[in-house]
């Protein structure tokens, strides 16, 4: 689930100590000795202007499109769990350190940084475990990047889970995985199975004489189970709703002990960061953007594609390099809903040249969430386009929160009237400010996805709503005339 509150980061550089010039012959005091300067400080890096492509070596995901074997035996080959052992006897702080310097953010739509949250879980032993949980209810539409590592590549999972265990001192990981996801359910299963026969998860995982155990809980089809509390409730045989917050789950999370919830895509590439080096992971995107990311593309495309590419790579690119272009040429582009169906869209003159990444993306009033990118030609009914949208979020919301609970009805009823235009233009601000009611007011993030594809098309497609509200009294004005001229 599509979250979008962020926590910016500082970086600070630190100058040496001043060098004192000395002479090396002796010489009489001069009368007004110079005063010592400080060196001029080294110029600082070119900052990065250009964003992908690429390339294959640089890679993490190696079987995305099941070209390979996904067995235990096809991963060691590709890469996976090599050096693992290593990397876990490094330590818990060691892993922590190089998941922050990696510039790793959530790849769930949240964005928090990594090392970050997972360094909330250290603290003195009070004699309750400590839980991994691993956010795998991918039920955000458009968004399709996490089925395929469970289905292609099920180890980079289950090695980024013990790694990820490890440094917060977790015993266990509870992989909860959307009910629909049958055969991905499966093959992480089968994938747990084998890591387990070779001694590589269990009792003294690895050899390292760390004890950890993996599970796999299906859940029901309910998006709500996507934001991580309702998630944890379901984990616990109950409704899935979500907690008020504090206490935050690494306080208070699964059982009531310490817990970290973390998606699919953050875990998986935990393990290639660690070997490889946190600057190596980090030399790709922008400050505060940092890495690959797994990007989902659909909608009017000529080839929809899941796709791994560097972050900040521009827009316009990423879809004419993978997806083959719009349908119909880029000029045929109407609009982007660029990370899933809870941000706002973006018109075409901003798609022109915006980047992929977490800041370029609220810089337009969007968001980058699950990187789901979801394009709409010329040919797109925009207006009926986010009246399903809010007919989905009415339907998906749990009822818990009386501004979501009542407003997404609302926004649905409003919303499928605007679709024929059966409205006053006065209901567009109505509207708009309905949906700044349900916005920040609900315990969690749901109320704000409902409400901001709402805010998108009025910001960008008003003329639009406005001209089939005229339509239509238009219509109805000539109907009730000749109905009139009759009698």
């Given at each position: 689930?599509a979250?979008?509150k962020?926590l910016?980061?500082?970086?600070?550089?630190?100058?040496?100590s001043?060098?004192?010039a000395?002479?090396t012959?002796?010489?009489?005091?001069a009368?007004?000795?110079p005063?010592?300067?400080?060196?001029?400080?080294p110029?600082?890096?070119p900052q990065?202007?250009k964003?992908?492509p690429?390339k294959?070596?640089d890679?993490i995901?190696t079987?995305?499109?099941?070209?390979?074997?996904?067995h235990?035996?096809?991963?060691?080959?590709?890469?996976d769990?090599?050096?693992?052992?290593?990397?876990v006897?490094?330590?818990?702080?060691?892993?922590?350190?190089?998941?922050?310097?990696s510039?790793?953010r959530?790849?769930?739509g949240a964005g928090f940084?990594?090392?970050?949250k997972?360094?909330f879980?250290?603290?003195?032993?009070?004699?309750?475990?400590k839980y991994?949980?691993?956010n795998?209810?991918?039920?955000?539409?458009?968004?399709c990047k996490d089925?395929?590592?469970?289905r292609?590549?099920?180890?980079?999972?289950?090695e980024?889970?013990?790694?990820a265990?490890?440094?917060?001192?977790?015993?266990?990981?509870?992989?909860?995985?959307?009910g629909?996801?049958?055969n991905?359910?499966?093959?992480?299963?089968?994938a747990?199975?084998?890591a387990?026969?070779?001694g590589l998860?269990?009792?003294?995982a690895?050899?390292?004489?760390?004890?950890f155990d993996?599970?796999v809980?299906?859940g029901?089809g309910?998006?709500?189970?996507?934001e991580?509390?309702a998630?944890?409730?379901?984990?616990?045989?109950?409704?899935?709703?979500p907690?008020?917050k504090?206490p935050?789950?690494?306080?208070?999370?699964?059982?009531g002990?310490?817990?970290?919830?973390?998606?699919v895509?953050t875990?998986?590439?935990?393990?290639?960061?660690?070997r490889?080096?946190?600057?190596?992971?980090a030399?790709f995107?922008?400050?505060?953007?940092?890495g690959?990311?797994?990007?989902?593309?659909?909608?009017?495309?000529?080839?929809?594609?899941?796709v791994?590419?560097?972050?900040?790579v521009?827009?316009?690119?990423?879809?004419?390099?993978?997806a083959g272009?719009?349908r119909?040429?880029?000029?045929n582009?109407?609009?982007i809903?660029?990370?899933?169906?809870?941000?706002?869209?973006?018109?075409?003159?901003?798609?022109?040249?915006?980047?992929?990444?977490?800041?370029?993306?609220?810089a337009v009033?969007?968001?980058?969430?699950?990187?789901?990118?979801?394009?709409?030609?010329k040919?797109?009914?925009v207006?009926?386009?986010?009246?399903?949208?809010?007919?989905?979020?009415?339907?998906?919301?749990c009822?818990?929160?009386?501004?979501?609970?009542?407003g997404t009805?609302?926004?649905?009823?409003?919303m499928n009237?605007?679709?024929t235009g059966?409205?006053?233009?006065a209901?567009?601000?109505?509207i708009?400010e309905?949906?700044k009611?349900?916005e920040g007011?609900?315990?969690?993030?749901l109320?704000?996805?409902a409400?901001?594809?709402?805010q998108?098309?009025?910001r960008h497609?008003?003329p639009?709503m406005?001209?089939?509200?005229?339509?239509?009294?238009?219509k109805?004005s000539?109907?009730?005339?000749?109905?009139?001229?009759?009698h």
């Amino acid at each position: 689930m599509a979250l979008t509150k962020r926590l910016p980061l500082a970086t600070f550089l630190q100058l040496s100590s001043r060098h004192l010039a000395t002479q090396t012959t002796p010489t009489p005091p001069a009368a007004n000795p110079p005063k010592a300067q400080a060196p001029t400080p080294p110029p600082a890096p070119p900052q990065k202007t250009k964003f992908g492509p690429l390339k294959d070596e640089d890679r993490i995901f190696t079987n995305l499109y099941g070209r390979h074997d996904w067995h235990l035996k096809g991963a060691i080959a590709r890469g996976d769990w090599h050096k693992t052992k290593e990397i876990v006897l490094k330590g818990s702080p060691w892993i922590i350190d190089e998941i922050k310097k990696s510039g790793l953010r959530g790849r769930g739509g949240a964005g928090f940084p990594s090392g970050l949250k997972w360094s909330f879980m250290i603290r003195p032993p009070d004699g309750r475990p400590k839980y991994l949980v691993i956010n795998a209810d991918e039920g955000e539409p458009g968004t399709c990047k996490d089925r395929e590592i469970m289905r292609h590549d099920p180890h980079k999972l289950i090695e980024g889970c013990l790694i990820a265990g490890h440094a917060m001192g977790a015993r266990a990981a509870y992989i909860y995985i959307r009910g629909e996801f049958y055969n991905e359910g499966s093959n992480v299963q089968t994938a747990i199975h084998e890591a387990y026969k070779a001694g590589l998860i269990g009792k003294n995982a690895c050899g390292t004489g760390y004890d950890f155990d993996i599970f796999v809980h299906r859940g029901a089809g309910a998006y709500i189970c996507g934001e991580e509390t309702a998630l944890i409730e379901s984990l616990e045989g109950k409704q899935g709703k979500p907690r008020l917050k504090p206490p935050f789950p690494a306080d208070i999370g699964l059982f009531g002990c310490p817990t970290t919830v973390t998606n699919v895509e953050t875990v998986a590439v935990a393990p290639e960061i660690c070997r490889r080096g946190a600057d190596w992971f980090a030399s790709f995107g922008r400050e505060r953007n940092r890495g690959t990311k797994l990007f989902c593309i659909s909608g009017h495309v000529n080839k929809p594609v899941t796709v791994e590419e560097e972050m900040s790579v521009p827009l316009k690119e990423l879809i004419e390099r993978h997806a083959g272009g719009v349908r119909g040429g880029w000029d045929n582009l109407l609009a982007i809903i660029p990370g899933g169906s809870s941000v706002p869209l973006i018109p075409k003159k901003i798609c022109d040249d915006v980047l992929m990444d977490f800041d370029a993306l609220v810089a337009v009033q969007s968001g980058l969430g699950t990187a789901a990118v979801i394009v709409m030609d010329k040919s797109t009914d925009v207006v009926k386009a986010i009246a399903r949208l809010s007919d989905f979020y009415q339907h998906e919301s749990c009822g818990q929160c009386t501004p979501c609970r009542e407003g997404t009805g609302w926004l649905a009823k409003m919303m499928n009237r605007f679709v024929t235009g059966n409205a006053r233009p006065a209901e567009i601000d109505m509207i708009w400010e309905l949906s700044k009611q349900i916005e920040g007011h609900t315990i969690c993030a749901l109320g704000d996805a409902a409400a901001w594809p709402v805010q998108g098309l009025i910001r960008h497609f008003r003329p639009e709503m406005e001209r089939r509200m005229a339509e239509y009294a238009a219509k109805n004005s000539d109907a009730k005339t000749i109905s009139t001229s009759a009698h």
